[in-house]
């Protein structure tokens, strides 16, 4: 897997609640590793990986060996298509409420969005056999939110729709849709880092 693909997963990683969150080595192992098993690391990919072994030694002296087995094999060969069609609807897809709560945040505070985040995200949502594309403009005047099938962005995220919809309200964590292969991100990762940002947490908490 490539350094800027790893990298586009780090953030939000961390371990079981009431352990420490990872450091950077760790994450970027595990995301090496479950790139391998679930077919996203590329040129370096080892094809039929199922097992995998990280280890780790301390600088104060602990040593961890945690090992990975792929336990969702049909997820590693699970791919997000894009069919995509003019005709497909918006109030068709669940996320649809995401992208609704976007656009009311970005019409209250879009300048102080614009400002934080900078750049243009491209949503290609996919539901059974049809596509669905959001452009999220958080890089010009104050933000804008429009359903566009040709649209395009800085950075473009690809999932199934309830997918998309669990990472954002909080249900599916960034390293669950890493190891379960339900999230394909391509262009600028430092922008997807800020993915979650959009969606502010008191309005995750009504959704």
Request: hydrophobic share 40%; aromatic share 6%; charged share 25%.
């Amino acid at each position: 897997m490539s350094v800027n693909r790893r990298r586009a997963f780090l953030e939000g990683m961390t371990k079981k609640p009431g352990r420490e969150k990872l450091d950077c080595s760790d994450l970027a192992l595990e995301a090496e590793l479950s790139g391998q098993m679930i077919g996203l690391a590329e040129n370096q990919q080892t094809n039929g990986a199922k097992l995998a072994l990280q280890h780790n030694v301390g600088l104060d002296g602990p040593v961890v060996v945690p090992p990975y087995k792929l336990e969702f094999p049909q997820q590693s060969a699970r791919s997000v298509q894009t069919v995509t069609t003019s005709s497909v609807s918006p109030n068709n897809f669940k996320s649809k409420v995401i992208f609704d709560e976007i656009e009311a945040e970005l019409k209250k505070n879009g300048a102080e969005y614009v400002k934080k985040i900078n750049g243009i995200f491209c949503f290609r949502l996919k539901l059974g056999k049809d596509e669905g594309v959001w452009i999220v403009d958080v890089k010009n005047g104050n933000g804008s939110v429009k359903f566009d099938p040709a649209g395009t962005g800085d950075v473009t995220v690809s999932m199934y729709d309830e997918d998309f919809l669990q990472l954002m309200i909080g249900d599916l964590t960034p390293q669950q849709a890493l190891f379960q292969g339900k999230i394909k991100i391509i262009g600028n990762l430092a922008l997807a880092m800020k993915l979650q940002q959009l969606v502010p947490d008191e309005v995750k908490s009504k959704l």
